[in-house]
């Protein structure tokens, strides 16, 4: 019966954001008209979101661990300065992505060895990943925008397949993760999640190193975009993140 109760709550939660969804399309559909429904607007928004998309599903993750992730935006920012500075010195655009989506899962598991091994508390330990990593990223570009990216980089966020923008299905297929169950439970109580068998520090980590890694996509998508990297990207995302993380459930 409690499991029936919370399937109809998750589905009146989703009903009511659905029809404040809707609510908003007919207001600024009657305010801008065209210019605001017209497929390639409508398009836009999407592809747009996709950056925001990928930064909640990561935070998602480390959210049902009871913890929070202060530091996405600037790892966002910082691998995708890594990115586009490889790629200005004649890097093949593959090994570029490699080393890019590696670094960000470094930095995502740093926070989570940070948070689970030395019981440093989230809020601290990626408030300081989250500085650091900004501080880098503004001493390797002095504040400059990184352009001059091979066509093959940039073509990745302003292609499109069958008319639809990569951004656009990248971003939906991080919603398409498998549930890592024994994450509620470490995230419900750590100790008792410990001595029922589960590795508590090891499902931490990788919570953390998903969450770094999908907001180094983020950044690889941002850049790719705008076809430059660029120290300030990611500011305040990870504030979006965390709203769009509860607001969705």
Do not use: W
Not at 52 to 66: E, N, Q, S, Y
Not at 143 to 155: K, M
């Amino acid at each position: 019966m409690k499991n029936k109760n919370k399937h109809y709550a998750v589905n009146g939660r989703s009903i009511t954001l659905l029809i404040i969804i809707a609510v908003i399309f007919v207001a600024m559909s009657l305010i801008k008209g065209e210019l605001f429904y017209s497929s390639n607007n409508i398009s836009t928004i999407f592809a747009n979101l996709s950056y925001d998309l990928l930064l909640a599903c990561g935070m998602t993750f480390v959210l049902i661990l009871g913890g929070i992730d202060l530091s996405v935006g600037s790892v966002l920012a910082f691998t995708g300065i890594i990115v586009t500075m490889l790629l200005r010195g004649g890097m093949n655009v593959i090994l570029a992505l490699i080393i890019a989506l590696l670094i960000g899962l470094a930095c995502g598991c740093l926070n989570g060895v940070l948070i689970s091994k030395f019981n440093i508390a989230p809020f601290i330990a990626t408030l300081a990943t989250m500085s650091i990593l900004r501080g880098l990223s503004y001493v390797l570009t002095s504040g400059f925008f990184i352009v001059g990216l091979p066509d093959s980089y940039v073509s990745i966020a302003r292609g499109y397949i069958f008319g639809i923008s990569n951004k656009i299905i990248l971003g939906l297929l991080s919603t398409r993760h498998k549930a890592f169950k024994q994450m509620f439970f470490v995230g419900g109580n750590s100790d008792t999640a410990y001595f029922s068998g589960i590795a508590s520090a090891k499902t931490k980590i990788l919570g953390y190193g998903i969450c770094g890694l999908l907001a180094t996509v983020s950044g690889i998508l941002m850049t790719s975009s705008f076809g430059m990297g660029q120290a300030s990207f990611g500011t305040g995302f990870e504030m979006r993140a965390i709203a769009a993380s509860v607001i969705g459930g």
